[in-house]
């Protein structure tokens, strides 16, 4: 196209009409200000919010914005005149230690999408953020003790290195956030979501509570733990995953049914959950921790067979939890083997008085001990077609089956196979 044309082209689309929203977006752009989606707040409000921000003194627990009300608009113009807009606050300034962030200590931010805002050292001590969008915003060394975060959505967050000690995260959606170096100690995750969560060995886990009767459990399906010290977490009183409570669930969040498919996925994850887990516990020497969710992963294989229709298998994993607890229930073989010799007992009792020879209860119990483990005697001479000998052949075959059973189970979990 000749340079005149292009011209030309240039100055049509600059006459094109652009809709106000647009037209602030613009202006931002220009001015490297990408993060900002909001037209600039009025002189008045500016003015408000400048003697707000000037009212500071920590030994008199004066904040700026304790307990007001702010939206986004608001918190992008604070951002962009922080320190006079002398300090950076793009990606060169986030989470530099000794760079001092935005003061927004006890502000009421509820619901306020905060999507992509440079906030990294930002003080957000005891803020209200209930239902507040943190997509994809930068957080890196902020302040947010005792921060009200529940039901917050804080996907692709970045909070590398930030205090959350105190916060309240019930519910909150941190899929893909990156917590590396951040310090969660006496945090509050009852139904939090933690889906590709990214942690490190920096990352402080002390005293956090995972779950609660009133709003269950919380997800941590394919979290990369990162070597972080699992040790100090109250794993007993996890039960068990969010991701087998939404498992189990048989309609999606807007209350239509759930389709196989989507059942299918939903156990394939909780079983999924349950197994890396396991893995990040053994791995730290937690091995009593461990065994409790590979047990729970098998439920949900059970369950995934169920609903895949493999039915041999389900039949299959059934009879194993039934028999031995997959391993980790030994005494229930115990009982297992107390019912079946006492059943056949009860059986030669019976048969023994109706067609002979009649058994005392002491011999019809041992009788069926001997024959469970395949050593079998045949009282009074019977023979091999006596009813009371098919019986015990028929017991000998069960007592073979739940032995067999009972030592694979055992060696897989004792060799973890």
């Known amino acids: ?34 993060w900002r989606t909001e037209p600039e707040i009025d002189a008045e409000r500016q003015k408000y919010l400048e003697e707000q921000r000037n009212k500071y003194d920590v030994i008199e627990h004066i904040y700026p914005f304790k307990d007001i009300k702010l939206n986004r608009a608001d918190v992008e113009w604070l951002i962009a005149t922080h320190k006079n807009g002398h300090w950076p606050v793009e990606s060169d300034g986030f989470g530099q ?52 975060l529940e039901g917050a959505k804080l996907i692709s967050t970045h909070l590398e290195n930030a205090c959350l000690m105190d916060a309240n995260l019930e519910r909150a959606n ?33 005293r956090i509570v995972l779950s609660n009767q009133e709003i269950g459990p919380v997800s941590l399906l394919d979290v990369h733990w990162g070597d972080a010290n699992v040790g100090t977490i109250d794993w007993p ?67 995934l067979f169920c609903h895949q229709r493999k039915f041999i298998r389900y039949i299959s994993s059934l009879f194993l939890n039934i028999l031995a607890g997959y391993g980790y229930r030994w005494w229930r073989s115990f009982v297992t083997y107390l019912l079946v010799i006492t059943i056949f007992a009860i059986a030669y009792f019976i048969v023994g008085h109706t067609v002979g020879p009649a058994l005392s209860p002491l011999s019809s119990l041992v009788f069926s001990m001997t024959s469970f483990h395949g050593r079998g005697f045949f009282p009074g001479g019977i023979g091999l077609d006596d009813p009371l000998t098919v019986i015990a052949a028929f017991e000998a075959f069960v007592g073979l089956l739940i032995e067999v059973t009972f030592i694979a189970t055992l060696t897989q979990r004792l060799f973890n196979r």
């Open 174 to 206: 941190l899929s893909s956030a990156h917590l590396e170096g951040a310090w969660l100690s006496n945090v509050h995750l009852e139904g939090a979501i933690l889906y590709i969560t990214f942690l490190d060995a920096e990352t402080s886990l002390h």
């Open 1 to 34: 196209m000749p340079l005149s044309e292009q011209d030309d082209m240039q100055a049509i689309i600059l006459q094109m009409p652009i809709p106000d929203e647009d037209k602030w977006k613009l202006r931002w752009w220009q001015q490297g200000q990408r």
């Open 97 to 148: 230690p000794g760079r001092e962030g935005v003061n927004l200590h006890g502000a009421i931010l509820r619901g306020v999408d905060l999507w992509m805002l440079p906030l990294a050292n930002a003080d957000l001590y005891d803020a209200h953020l209930e239902g507040a969008n943190f997509h994809s915003a930068h957080l890196e060394g902020a302040n947010l003790i005792n921060a009200h």
């Open 237 to 303: 009183s996890l039960s068990k995953l969010g991701d087998e409570h939404s498992a189990r669930q048989q309609k999606n969040h807007d209350g239509t049914p759930k389709s196989r498919a989507e059942l299918i996925y939903g156990y394939e994850c909780a079983t999924r959950a349950y197994r890396q887990l396991a893995v990040t516990l053994h791995n730290q020497g937690l091995n009593e921790d461990a065994a409790r969710f590979v047990y729970s992963s098998q439920g949900m294989q059970r369950k």
